[in-house]
């Protein structure tokens, strides 16, 4: 079968962010998706992908996407062999992340097309329907390359081809700085603008916005770990390949925001922990983490239903919880009431130990579309005690544990009890409700406040990781010789 003669190399690098330099694993974090971006700079150099177009620019600049520029077209996938030198060149070029053994790789793989392409893609849906394929492959292939327009403060205009990188020691974006490299694209008719980062660096920028920049060592070494880990099983995912990025910057993914907050004990951490991850049977080991546990972290099938990961089932924070059975209504409001130490704690982790919060009856009505409460049930809680499933009125049904956060108007965390109402599973609620509730966050994964109490104490950073994750392993050995 014949397929589409346009060459789309192009979108190769359109589509794929990551690469690995000399063994050096870079990312592409997206700071902005719009159609038009402003920065500002004493001196950007830009140039297209080929880098023989290049000029330098200084102070502000605006950039747009011209619309109409990018024709696109529908096309039907046909087949996808292994990217290599014999690959016929009519295709276009796919990159992904796997775990092949026990490595990290690069997937590049050839994607080939029906000779047929529609500018509608209903049509093109049809098309496939009548030729019995899976309507998944239809896919949206732009065929001319986008055109950026950089205007500069002066008002003089330049024209450059997507995608361009920018290199600057100093670029401000809103409110933020950042510096060297940068790639600025058009993806689906708007701007896309990533800062490409080594993985070390972007840990850097992680941690004081997960777990804060003034925290003992091996606290931040914990959260070093966790947070490279969770990059890891994020790019794996590959939730954001059609994004034209590898990872976003907010809780999505993880909050990055360059060296904003980034001090010498954060570079310390992240240096001292380089490259290591945690594994379980030589995979990379899901990360997940959170604020405050409360006492009990959660299991990850609890509070997100799906199969249980022995490694995210459960763990004793704060040792005196262990007396406490939290999927119990008493032994979830006596633990609440039970007094903590709280002494070398910063305000914000004793707020996220006891809070306390009020809604009235008829707010709660109205975030749940129902015209009054009459009763709400606590159908059940996870190890952490949190609430992940409640009957409102006898028929209207709340789960999850974000939900029930939700709908008291986004509570810290789903693990309190109705005041007054101590120990019940049923509640008759008068027209203020009063919740009194421990933790922050939805309790899976490292403690961020429970992995500061133990480095506080004296523990290192591999006894924080194996209290919230037992039984994985550290690992430094998973980029590819090949990369190298
Ligand atoms: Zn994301
Ligand atoms: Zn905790």
């Given amino acids: 079968m014949k397929h589409i003669s346009l060459i789309l190399i192009f979108i190769s690098s359109l589509l794929f962010a990551a690469e690995f330099r000399e063994g050096t694993l870079f990312l592409e974090i997206n700071l902005a998706t719009d159609q038009r971006i402003e920065i500002s700079a004493n001196t950007t150099y830009i140039s297209d992908e080929s880098g023989l177009f290049g000029q330098e620019l200084h102070g502000n600049l605006a950039f747009e996407s011209l619309p109409g520029a990018v024709e696109s077209r529908f096309g039907i996938l046909d087949w996808v062999q292994e990217a290599g030198p014999e690959s016929p060149p009519d295709g276009v070029l796919s990159k992904s992340f796997a775990w092949e053994e026990d490595h990290l790789v690069l997937k590049q793989e050839m994607h080939y097309f029906l000779e047929q392409s529609f500018s509608d893609k209903d049509r093109a849906l049809d098309f496939a329907?009548?030729?019995?394929?899976?309507?998944?492959?239809?896919?949206?292939?732009?065929?001319?390359?986008?055109?950026?327009?950089?205007?500069?403060?002066?008002?003089?205009?330049?024209?450059?081809?997507?995608?361009?990188?920018i290199i600057s020691d100093q670029l401000w974006l809103r409110d933020r700085v950042y510096d060297s490299e940068f790639v600025l694209k058009v993806i689906n008719g708007k701007l896309v603008l990533?800062?490409?980062?080594?993985?070390?660096?972007?840990i850097a920028g992680v941690i004081p916005n997960e777990i804060g920049n003034d925290c003992p060592m091996e606290a931040l070494k914990a959260q070093a770990v966790a947070a490279r880990s969770h990059a890891v099983s994020l790019l794996l995912y590959n939730r954001h390949q059609n994004d034209g990025y590898d990872l976003c910057n907010s809780t999505h993914?993880?909050?990055?925001?360059?060296?904003?907050?980034?001090?010498?004990?954060?570079?310390?951490?992240?240096s001292?922990?380089?490259?290591?991850?945690?594994?379980?049977?030589?995979?990379?080991?899901?990360?997940?983490?959170?604020?405050?546990c409360g006492g009990k972290t959660d299991s990850s099938h609890a509070i997100w239903n799906g199969k249980d990961i022995p490694h995210l089932s459960g763990s004793i924070c704060i040792p005196e919880a262990k007396n406490f059975d939290l999927t119990s209504e008493s032994g979830a409001a006596r633990w609440i009431d039970s007094p903590l130490d709280t002494s070398g704690m910063s305000s914000w982790e004793r707020g996220s130990l006891n809070w306390?919060?009020?809604?009235?009856?008829?707010?709660?009505?109205?975030?749940?579309?129902?015209?009054?409460?009459?009763?709400?049930r606590i159908v059940k809680r996870g190890k952490s005690g949190r609430i992940t499933s409640m009957l409102i009125n006898n028929t209207h049904r709340i789960d999850g544990e974000y939900r029930v956060r939700q709908a008291f108007g986004m509570l810290p965390s789903s693990f309190f009890y109705f005041a007054g109402q101590a120990g019940k599973n049923i509640i008759y609620p008068g027209k203020m409700i009063t919740l009194k509730g421990r933790g922050s966050g939805h309790g899976v994964g490292m403690c961020q406040v429970g992995a500061l109490r133990m480095s506080r104490n004296g523990k290192n950073y591999t006894e924080i990781l194996q209290t919230y994750y037992p039984n994985i392993r550290l690992s430094t050995q998973w980029i590819p010789d090949e990369y190298k």
């Fill in 129 to 165: 329907h009548v030729l019995g394929i899976n309507p998944k492959n239809v896919h949206e292939i732009p065929i001319v390359n986008p055109r950026i327009k950089v205007i500069d403060a002066s008002g003089e205009e330049f024209y450059f081809e997507s995608p361009i990188r």
């Fill in 194 to 202: 990533n800062h490409v980062v080594p993985l070390e660096e972007y």
């Fill in 253 to 270: 993914c993880q909050v990055y925001k360059g060296k904003y907050l980034r001090n010498d004990e954060i570079n310390q951490a992240v």
């Fill in 272 to 292: 001292a922990t380089a490259l290591e991850i945690m594994t379980v049977e030589d995979r990379v080991a899901d990360a997940t983490y959170h604020s405050s």
């Fill in 356 to 376: 306390q919060k009020n809604i009235s009856s008829s707010e709660l009505a109205k975030n749940l579309g129902v015209s009054s409460i009459r009763s709400i």
